[in-house]
């Protein structure tokens, strides 16, 4: 009976154990497909570097939370892209201010995810969560190689890196936000060109506009052309999705631009015209930000240059003056 009981045992242990090994290999394809997904998305809008690879983290990190396929770290009320706690009224206690202070995190993100195009992306809750996770692992890390030195530098380096983590993904978010309004910059004097030049075709304003959309492979096209769809499926107004397009972007130039266009197609005026002049506009302040991002180069490169260069030479002119002298002491 007791050669039997085990032989029950160590069957049934076999089974379980092969039962729990498939889900987690099911788990680790779901969340390898999630990640897959949320990166693609995720490159349309950023670019490399650190700032496309935490963008990118945070979106795979979104799409897992959505579907459970990662168990959050971060509790609701903790900061960093706000959550439901965020959108409690605040009251006039300590709780009410941390609240506050949430809810202001939460319209942060949620105002720059958008302009940054990556509110369909990273939710709030996968913002805090990759704020958290990116701020623990950096903390570890940093302590780590601070104690290999001593246990002061464990401190420092660990603090740093604690803070490091915490800002990461907000810099992120910034750094796509200032990488869209540079492509708006460089892409709209060809929009408004090729609208025009449909217009004077001819054509109506919604296939003049649906031209750029159709014929361009640049990531603000793909935005036109969507604004382009929404309106002709009759999933809001003209005037919205041109408005929504514009908040989309952090480009003074397009707002103007956008409200241009809606007076124009309200009260009936020549369109063509006031599209070529704004043409023209954008292509002048393109190449005056371009003029003044290459004049500001020599001086962003004195700071490296004196850091890295002159102590170099500093030692290599005083370095046999310091040991004269030292010899001689």
């Not at 990166?39 to 459970?68: K, Q």
């Not at 090729?194 to 603000?220: I, K, M, Q």
Request: glycine share 12%; net charge positive.
């Amino acid at each position: 009976m007791a050669a039997l009981a085990c032989a029950f045992a160590g069957v049934a242990g076999a089974c379980l154990a092969q039962e729990a090994q498939r889900r987690r290999q099911a788990a680790g394809r779901r969340r390898a497909a999630l990640g897959r997904a949320g990166a693609d998305e995720a490159r349309g809008v950023t670019a490399g570097g650190c700032a496309g690879a935490v963008v990118r983290y945070a979106a795979g990190l979104s799409r897992r939370l959505a579907f459970g396929a990662a168990r959050p770290i971060a509790l609701p009320g903790l900061p960093g892209g706000g959550g439901r706690r965020a959108a409690a009224p605040a009251m006039p206690t300590a709780g009410g201010a941390e609240a506050s202070t949430a809810a202001s995190r939460a319209g942060w993100f949620a105002a720059h995810a958008r302009k940054a195009g990556l509110a369909d992306e990273v939710s709030p809750e996968g913002f805090r969560e990759c704020r958290v996770r990116l701020a623990l692992g950096s903390a570890v890390v940093g302590g780590l190689v601070g104690a290999v030195l001593s246990n002061e530098l464990m401190v420092l380096l660990g603090g740093v890196g604690l803070a490091a983590g915490a800002l990461a993904p907000r810099w992120a978010v910034s750094d796509a936000e200032r990488r869209r309004a540079r492509e708006v910059e460089r892409h709209l004097s060809e929009m408004l060109e090729v609208t025009a030049l449909g217009l004077r075709s001819g054509l109506s304003f919604d296939r003049s506009f649906e031209l750029y959309g159709t014929h361009f492979e640049t990531p603000f096209a793909e935005a036109c052309a969507s604004a382009r769809r929404r309106w002709s499926l009759g999933l809001t107004t003209r005037d919205e999705a041109l408005r929504d397009l514009a908040a989309t972007y952090d480009s003074e130039q397009l707002a103007r631009v956008v409200e241009n266009m809606v007076r124009s197609l309200r009260f009936g005026s020549s369109l063509a015209e006031s599209l070529e002049s704004a043409a023209a506009e954008a292509r002048a302040e393109h190449r005056a930000r371009l003029e003044e991002r290459v004049a500001k180069a020599p001086v962003k490169m004195m700071m490296p240059t004196g850091a890295l260069i002159l102590p170099a030479m500093l030692l290599l002119v005083l370095g046999p003056v310091l040991l004269e002298l030292a010899n001689g002491f």
